[in-house]
């Protein structure tokens, strides 16, 4: 089974523009999870989808938002980017049929701000 | 409030020498999970083992073991006989049943490098 897919891997991008990351769960996966990962505070979640519904949100500004496909497959928009965004954004799928699956990872896309 | 935390930031071994990662977690559920992830440079989080709060059997894998002890909220992690292979950072996590679906709680991390 393929893993978790995330694209790209590398992006650069300058203060106020906005961004656009995409994850491609393992197949039969439905639930997407993400994360930011930085040097100061380490992982953090940003949200969860499941069928299409976030069924859940970290503490992280509305600039941050995502969606869910029928397909499962997520989108992660940045709008407004800040410098303090650089870091490495990480994906996890799982099966979803209980709150606590096992969350397997992407490779991430590494986001540089300018 | 649910906090994961892995007071050892950095840990330097010789090849062959037993390391032992350390993880307190705190949470007010009855049910919860533990994970443990390794972070290789490339980035991408590795799924290790995953732990109920009702299981408390230790469990060994290969050259991998850990320690639940609930009486001390402590899932420690174990590698005998390190290899330089086992060079990444270490992540200990938690989950919690009633009310963080699809969130994992990490601790800040254990660098772990194993020289030759």
């Known amino acids: 089974k393929a893993g978790v897919t995330q694209t790209p891997r590398y992006l650069i991008k300058t203060r106020g523009q906005q961004v656009t990351l995409s994850c491609s769960p393992i197949?039969?996966?439905?639930?997407v999870s993400w994360y930011q990962q930085t040097p100061g505070q380490g992982l953090q979640f940003l949200f969860e989808?499941?069928?299409?519904?976030?069924?859940n949100k970290g503490n992280f500004p509305g600039r941050f938002s995502g969606r869910q496909f029928s397909n499962s497959r997520s989108e992660m928009n940045v709008s407004t980017l800040e410098l303090g965004d650089s870091a490495l954004y990480l994906c996890?799928?799982?099966?979803?049929?209980?709150?606590?699956?096992?969350?397997?990872f992407g490779p991430g896309t590494r986001l540089t701000v300018l | 409030a649910q906090k994961v935390t892995q007071a050892q930031t950095e840990i330097s071994v010789v090849e062959k020498e037993d390391v032992t990662l350390d993880c307190v977690y705190e949470?007010?559920?009855?049910?919860?999970?533990l994970f443990w992830y390794k972070q290789p440079p490339s980035g991408e989080l590795v799924f290790l083992i995953r732990?109920?709060?009702?299981?408390?059997q230790n469990e060994i894998s290969g050259r991998y073991s850990w320690n639940f002890q609930k009486s001390t909220s402590s899932f420690n992690f174990t590698i005998t006989a390190s290899q330089v292979v086992d060079s990444a950072v270490y992540f200990c996590?938690?989950?919690?049943?009633?009310?963080?679906?699809?969130?994992?709680?990490f601790g800040q991390g254990t660098t772990l490098q194993v020289k030759p």
């Open positions: 949470t007010r559920d009855t049910t919860y999970y």
């Open positions: 996890a799928s799982s099966a979803g049929t209980t709150d606590t699956d096992t969350q397997y």
């Open positions: 996590a938690l989950s919690e049943l009633s009310s963080n679906t699809g969130k994992l709680i």
């Open positions: 197949s039969g996966h439905r639930s």
């Open positions: 989808y499941f069928s299409e519904t976030q069924r």
């Open positions: 732990r109920n709060s009702f299981d408390e």
